[in-house]
């Protein structure tokens, strides 16, 4: 009896101080290790980095959201041989100046014209910003293999824009024919278009895949380091400069889309980039700014209009503004530190030393060792002063006195053009084809 009370009694204890193990509900039972041995796992974090890291990505996460909402597509994964892809792709879908230059009746101080009337139809149509890039490139291979008159000049602008269109844009927002046609004034017929596009196409090789100054940018601003909503508006007004001159065609998109960024950094006083900048960008650069000091005020009319919208961020009063107030881009140039002078054994010239060095310890005949000039903590702070770019209200531009701060139809309305290019057979008090289409 003693020893089957004390059975029970030892089976008591243990049944009520170590309680079996339940079984887990999903089948596997979680293994509880000793905190006193070591564990081959991987280190755990502190709350507050894992907090840390955990929050960075969810606002990761978010901008990638925000950007796809947009029709941003970002493939990570394969960012590097994107690019390499792209900068194989855009030298070989380059023009040449020098063929341009042959021409016997296009001249260089057309070209402005031409463009100035390719931004307004493409403003009008509502089309995708790499849709005006490939029709500028589009143009400057056909120039460059063809020869062009006068009378057909615009002729191949139109029809660059209706391939461009149907390449990188919805079919709804494509121009029609018809569309060309009332643009033109019926200055061509319908087969004209339909012949000309066969033409540039057949010449181009029907090579369409250019990437764009603004595919460049768009991948450079949706990196690791998202670039604010002003900085990107600043450098597409400053990219859309550059097709209106010859000095900006021999550069390459990325190049340019760089060089605009880097501009436009540096006119919205953010950190500059240094390690990013190539020497290529910074000629660009140079060019920009030099033109923007010189001839601001000869900008285009449409172009400076259509930026100085407010979901532009007024991107084109902010740096016309600015070039006004006589700002100017400043480079960052390193002076190289001095190095001491080292004593030549053989030599029997005494070193020139300090005034304030005494006879007796000038024995050594050993110079003083010069001071190290001292240089701010950021090397790039001085070299802008925020007083050029403050009080803009007080600005506006003579040709923005009417501008509309509310657009209608998704920020871009439709009766925006006026046509107003007598060289280029203008519509004047006409409306656009679009809302004639409508009504």
């Not at 892809?85 to 009746?105: G, L, V």
Request: with cysteine.
């Amino acid at each position: 009896m003693k020893d089957a009370s004390t059975a029970t009694t030892r089976h008591s204890r243990n049944h009520f101080i170590y309680p079996k193990k339940r079984p887990s509900p999903h089948g596997v039972s979680k293994s509880h290790k000793s905190p006193l041995l070591p564990s081959n796992g991987p280190a755990r974090r502190s709350p507050r980095s894992a907090k840390s890291a955990i929050l960075q990505q969810r606002q990761r996460e978010a901008q990638i959201l925000a950007l796809r909402r947009e029709g941003v597509l970002l493939e990570e994964e394969y960012r590097d041989e994107i690019q390499y892809y792209m900068h194989n792709m855009e030298r070989y879908t380059m023009s040449s100046t020098q063929s341009m230059d042959q021409q016997p009746e296009i001249r260089w101080h057309m070209r402005p014209c031409l463009v100035d009337f390719l931004v307004e139809i493409h403003f009008t149509f509502r089309l995708r910003p790499e849709t005006l890039y490939l029709t500028l490139n589009i143009v400057d291979r056909y120039v460059s293999r063809r020869i062009v008159y006068i009378k057909h000049y615009q002729l191949v602008g139109c029809a660059a824009l209706w391939i461009a269109a149907k390449f990188e844009d919805a079919k709804e927002r494509v121009p029609t024919v018809q569309d060309l046609v009332q643009i033109c004034r019926e200055t061509y017929e319908e087969s004209a278009f339909i012949q000309m596009e066969g033409h540039v196409l057949s010449t181009i090789q029907w090579t369409l895949g250019h990437p764009t100054a603004e595919a460049w940018l768009r991948m450079m601003c949706c990196g690791p380091c998202v670039e604010e909503p002003k900085v990107q508006h600043v450098a597409r007004f400053l990219m859309e400069i550059t097709l209106f001159y010859r000095e900006f065609i021999k550069y390459t998109p990325s190049s340019i889309a760089l060089a605009a960024l880097t501009l436009a950094r540096f006119l919205c006083d953010k950190p500059r980039r240094v390690w990013e900048e190539t020497e290529e960008c910074l000629e660009v650069v140079d060019h920009l700014d030099n033109r923007l000091s010189k001839h601001v005020n000869d900008l285009s009319e449409t172009l400076v209009k259509k930026y100085s919208y407010a979901f532009y961020s007024k991107a084109a009063t902010f740096v016309v503004h600015y070039y006004l107030q006589g700002g100017r881009f400043a480079r960052q140039t390193f002076v190289p530190l001095p190095v001491t002078p080292k004593r030549s054994p053989t030599s029997s010239v005494n070193t020139p030393m300090s005034c304030s060095t005494s006879v007796s310890d000038a024995s050594d005949d050993m110079p003083l060792t010069p001071t190290t000039p001292s240089f701010p903590s950021d090397p790039f702070t001085g070299s802008c002063s925020s007083d050029d770019k403050e009080n803009m209200t007080s600005f506006e531009p003579v040709l923005n006195k009417h501008r509309v701060d509310s657009a209608p139809e998704q920020y871009l309305p439709h009766d925006f053009v006026a046509f107003g290019r007598p060289a280029l057979h203008s519509l004047n008090n006409v409306v656009s084809p679009r809302a004639a289409l409508v009504s």
